[in-house]
């Protein structure tokens, strides 16, 4: 588990454990919208140039084979780390989201905020809401989810750091 609150998605992809990765990873890999081809192209030549491949390699490999070259990778770059994280969660964890912010009474869309501006939530609330968190879902997949939300978002879930510390 991690102890403290990383940076950039990078640094928590790096404390992620092997699984999440993984799950990660392959939830990267199976989104095909549009917007996510620039981290396609930059995962994909990182992968290359570890590999001695070719970049039409790579893309060729099955999207399993991908996933877990992706997740074996200690360092990727933010843009890669910052949507294999919300691939994740948008693609496996929809139901942790939702329930947090139920819990914090945000309105949302099946785990999407809703409003374009949120109120950053106070630590009391925060702290709270991810004990509810706790009863239903892994510790370890509520700590991932608040450290990403944290790490990506900082302005909004400010306290989520001090919120943090004394369960982890």
């Known amino acids: 588990m991690i102890t403290y609150m990383p940076d950039r ?3 928590l ?18 989104e095909d919208q549009n917007d996510i081809e620039l981290q396609h ?3 994909v030549v990182t992968l290359a140039k570890r590999l001695n491949f070719r970049t039409k390699s790579v893309r060729a490999l099955p999207v399993e084979r991908r996933a877990r070259l992706l997740a ?7 843009p890669v780390a910052t949507r294999a994280l919300i ?3 948008f693609m496996t964890r929809r139901d942790l989201m939702a329930a947090f912010l139920d819990a914090l009474g945000i309105a949302h869309d099946n785990g999407l905020i809703s409003d374009e501006a949120v109120p950053p ?3 009391d609330r925060l702290v709270a809401a991810m004990a ?6 892994s510790a370890a997949d ?19 750091d001090g919120a943090l510390m004394p369960a982890s």
């Open 41 to 43: 192209a930059d995962a």
């Open 72 to 78: 074996q990778l200690n360092d990727v770059s933010d």
């Open 121 to 123: 939530p106070s630590r």
């Open 132 to 137: 509810k968190l706790r009863e239903t879902f």
């Open 87 to 89: 691939s994740y969660h």
């Open 13 to 30: 992809w790096k404390h992620m454990s092997a699984d999440q990765r993984l799950a990660a990873a392959d939830a990267f890999w199976r």
């Open 9 to 11: 998605p990078s640094q």
């Open 142 to 160: 509520v700590d991932l989810y608040m450290r990403t939300l944290a790490t990506l978002d900082g302005d909004t879930w400010a306290e989520l």
